[in-house]
């Protein structure tokens, strides 16, 4: 049985920093995972997401220099680090993976079919 789940959300201020984390299981090797956002009232938003056997990467525009995803394959981990995050990141986060290479829809929600039950974000000024 595949498992997504994610930790790490809370309530930080403007310019602080937060890690995000989501632990896989159940899945062979080799992984596209990827971190989505939804605000209430918007549409969900594909942030960043990795391919565990190569390690390639893609960022949204909004999240590029201060965000970075990572991953640990011993611990099926994959991490999201939230650096001098903004008014405008917070957001109910996402963690989903699917068990291929998703090369050009890394942050298509679409193409995922596993999902986590989300960490909520909160960043206030």
């Known amino acids: 049985q595949v498992q997504v789940v994610e930790s790490g959300g809370g309530s930080v201020q403007t310019g602080e920093s937060l890690r995000l984390s989501c632990k896989t299981s159940?899945?062979?090797?080799?992984?596209?995972v990827a971190w989505f956002r939804q605000a209430p009232g918007k549409e969900r938003e594909g942030v960043a997401g990795?391919?565990?056997?190569?390690?390639?990467?893609r960022y949204a525009d909004s999240v590029k220099g201060r965000f970075t995803i990572s991953h640990d394959n011993a611990a099926n981990m994959v991490y999201l680090q939230m650096n001098s995050l903004k008014p405008q990141d917070p957001a109910m986060y996402s963690c989903?993976?699917?068990?291929?290479?998703?090369?050009?829809?890394?942050?298509?929600?679409?193409?995922?079919?596993?999902w986590g039950q989300g960490t909520q974000v909160t960043v206030s000024s």
């Open positions: 989903a993976a699917e068990n291929r290479a998703l090369v050009s829809g890394l942050l298509r929600s679409d193409r995922y079919s596993n």
């Open positions: 159940g899945f062979t090797l080799n992984l596209s």
């Open positions: 990795i391919y565990t056997y190569s390690g390639n990467t």
